[in-house]
C-alpha cells in the first residue's frame, strides 16, 4: 500500500477530516418572549437574554474566500452528540456550521418534561441574531447563510421562511438562504404562514413518529406548495422521532414526554393559541396533549436523511 494510503487511514488523518478547521465560541444578545407577545410583536415585552453559539469553520480553511454556513438549532433535550455529528457533516461538505445553544444562558436544560420553559417561537428570535452575528463574519457569506431545527427547533428554522415573522424579528439586509426541518412541529397554523420568501424549505420527517406527527407537516408542505413556495416534505418509512441520531438505540419510550401529537392549533385574535377542535384557548392541560412517545434510531433513515441534506446544502450554498 502506498504511504499516502496508509496515512489516510491513521486515526490522526481521519480525525482531520471532520474536524473544524477553526472553533470560534461567542455570546449572543437576543430576547426571550411569550408566544402571545411573539405574535403580536409586543417588544416592549421581550426580557434581554444572553445566550452563546459555537461557529465550527471547515478544514481546510480557504485562504481569503468566505464559505456559505447554517445555523443549527437544537431540540427539547438541547445540544448532543447528534448535533456534533450534524456539524461536522457540514464542515466537511465546505460549510461552516453555527451550533446556537438557546438553553444554558437561560438556566434550562431540557424541554422535554415542561414544554413552557420556552416557547418554541422565542427560539427563531434567536436564529435572527445568529444570522445578523454570521453575516458580519469576516469568513462567512452572508448570502449563503441557511438554518437547521430538530423538532423544537425546526419551528424556528421553518417558520422563520415566513415573510411576517421576518418582518417582525428579522433584519431587512439578511435573510437566510435556505429553511430545514427535521421531524418539524408542523400542527399550528399561524396566520399568513403560507406566505413566506423565496428561500427553499425542505422537511424531513418519519413516517411513524408519535412523538410530532407526520400529518399536520404534510398538509402545510401542500398549502407552501399551493402558495408557489419551494417547499418539500421528504418522508422516511421507519422513522421515529430523531431518527437520524445513532447515539441512541432503535427504540426508545420516553414515558414523561409532552407530546402534542393528537393537537390541531390555530393563532386566534390577538396572539391567541386556540384548539381548532374547540375553538377554546388552548393550554397544555387541554385534552389532546399527552404524555409518553418515542424516540429511536434509523440507520437507512439517517443514512438517507444526511445524503439529502448534504447534497441539497453543496447544491444551494456551496455552488
Not at 449572543?28 to 426580557?47: C, I, P, V
Not at 445555523?71 to 466537511?92: F, K, M, P, Q, Y
Request: net charge neutral; proline share 6%.
Amino acid at each position: 500500500m502506498a504511504l499516502a494510503a496508509l496515512l489516510a487511514c491513521t486515526p490522526a488523518a481521519r480525525a482531520q477530516q471532520t474536524a473544524p478547521g477553526r472553533v470560534e465560541a461567542i455570546p449572543l444578545a437576543t430576547t426571550t418572549l411569550s408566544g402571545e407577545a411573539f405574535l403580536t410583536g409586543d417588544k416592549a415585552a421581550a426580557r434581554p437574554a444572553l445566550i452563546a453559539g459555537e461557529l465550527r469553520l471547515p478544514f481546510p480553511l480557504p485562504p481569503g474566500r468566505r464559505v456559505p454556513a447554517v445555523v443549527l438549532v437544537h431540540g427539547s433535550g438541547g445540544i448532543g452528540a447528534s448535533t456534533d455529528l450534524w456539524a461536522r457533516e457540514l464542515n466537511a461538505a465546505g460549510l461552516g456550521a453555527f451550533i446556537l445553544d438557546s438553553f444554558a444562558g437561560r438556566g434550562i436544560v431540557s424541554t422535554v418534561q415542561d414544554q413552557t420553559q420556552l416557547h418554541s417561537l422565542a427560539m427563531m428570535v434567536d436564529a435572527f441574531r445568529a444570522l445578523d452575528w454570521l453575516a458580519g463574519h469576516p469568513r462567512i457569506r452572508a448570502d449563503r447563510i441557511a438554518v437547521m431545527g430538530f423538532s423544537k427547533g425546526a419551528v424556528a428554522a421553518v417558520y422563520s421562511a415566513m415573510t411576517r415573522f421576518q418582518a417582525l424579528y428579522g433584519n431587512p439586509a439578511h435573510r437566510f438562504a435556505a429553511h430545514i426541518g427535521l421531524y418539524t412541529p408542523c400542527n399550528v397554523g399561524f396566520a399568513k404562514d403560507a406566505e413566506v420568501g423565496p428561500a427553499p424549505i425542505r422537511l424531513f420527517h418519519g413516517v411513524v413518529d408519535d412523538y410530532v406527527a407526520i400529518g399536520p407537516c404534510r398538509d402545510y408542505a401542500a398549502r407552501l406548495k399551493a402558495a408557489g413556495a419551494d417547499a418539500t416534505l421528504t418522508e422516511y418509512a421507519n422513522g421515529q422521532h430523531s431518527f437520524d441520531n445513532p447515539f441512541q438505540p432503535l427504540l426508545v419510550t420516553v414515558a414523561d414526554a409532552q407530546t402534542t401529537r393528537g393537537c390541531r392549533l390555530e393563532e386566534g385574535a390577538g396572539g391567541a393559541m386556540l384548539n381548532a377542535a374547540t375553538k377554546q384557548p388552548y393550554t397544555l392541560a387541554d385534552a389532546c396533549v399527552a404524555r409518553g412517545a418515542h424516540v429511536g434510531y434509523d440507520p437507512v433513515g439517517a443514512a438517507a436523511v444526511r445524503a439529502a441534506v448534504r447534497a441539497f446544502a453543496e447544491e444551494r450554498l456551496v455552488r
